[in-house]
């Protein structure tokens, strides 16, 4: 699905902020790190009992992972990721940053549009295009190792940077220029 370049903007501009705001000002980022930060607990579904795999099964396909946004008595929210822990560790990052876009956004049931935008929350905020375009002499080997992610991802990063380079809109737009200063090299 295409979507306008202004959505795409405003989830670039959500996942730096995240960074930002929570100190991640490196090329590799600790999304499990981000997510206690963020007040969210985070649980692998290794920890998880039998019964209460039983229980999850019954209410949706358990999947890569999944969010639960719960509202308190008091107005507060509790939230939660699930997440399998079978998996490698860069689709665990992965799923796990795809996951906190469900929760800033509040998207207790994503329909395939947002599922869609967390994706590309996911990879962005992994290895965002304004680093990625910094370190395009790189092969996509490299940066997966740079960015510590899977060499899908990284092959997802660099194509993207090289579209924008090749689009001509290689200049930094001034939210990214903001993240890239601040940077810890």
């Given at each position: 699905?295409l979507?306008?370049?202004?959505?795409?903007?405003?989830?670039?501009?959500?996942?730096?902020?995240l960074?930002l705001?929570?100190?991640?000002?490196?090329?590799?980022?600790?999304?499990?790190?981000?997510?206690?930060?963020?007040?969210?607990?985070?649980?692998?579904?290794?920890?998880?009992?039998?019964?209460?795999?039983?229980?999850?099964?019954?209410?949706?396909?358990?999947?890569?992972?999944?969010?639960?946004?719960?509202?308190?008595?008091?107005?507060?929210?509790?939230?939660?990721?699930?997440?399998?822990?079978?998996f490698?560790?860069?689709?665990?990052r992965?799923?796990?940053?795809h996951?906190?876009?469900?929760?800033l956004?509040?998207?207790?049931?994503?329909?395939?549009?947002?599922?869609?935008?967390?994706?590309?929350f996911?990879?962005?905020?992994?290895?965002?295009?304004?680093l990625?375009?910094?370190?395009?002499?790189?092969?996509?080997?490299?940066?997966?190792?740079?960015?510590?992610?899977?060499?899908?991802?990284?092959?997802?990063a660099?194509?993207?940077?090289?579209?924008?380079?090749?689009?001509?809109?290689?200049?930094?737009?001034?939210?990214?220029?903001?993240?890239?200063?601040?940077?810890?090299?």
């Amino acid at each position: 699905m295409l979507y306008s370049s202004s959505e795409y903007r405003e989830i670039d501009k959500a996942a730096l902020r995240l960074r930002l705001d929570y100190g991640f000002l490196s090329y590799s980022i600790d999304v499990f790190s981000l997510a206690k930060k963020m007040g969210i607990i985070v649980i692998p579904y290794s920890k998880l009992s039998v019964y209460q795999i039983s229980y999850i099964c019954k209410q949706k396909e358990l999947g890569d992972g999944f969010s639960v946004i719960q509202r308190k008595k008091n107005g507060d929210y509790v939230l939660y990721i699930f997440y399998n822990d079978l998996f490698d560790l860069s689709r665990q990052r992965f799923t796990i940053a795809h996951e906190i876009k469900h929760i800033l956004y509040m998207e207790e049931s994503p329909d395939a549009k947002q599922e869609d935008l967390a994706n590309h929350f996911a990879r962005y905020l992994l290895a965002p295009t304004c680093l990625v375009m910094k370190l395009i002499d790189k092969c996509p080997m490299e940066l997966a190792c740079i960015f510590d992610i899977s060499l899908m991802a990284a092959e997802n990063a660099y194509k993207s940077a090289k579209n924008r380079i090749n689009a001509g809109k290689e200049e930094l737009l001034s939210f990214e220029t903001e993240f890239v200063e601040k940077l810890i090299k």
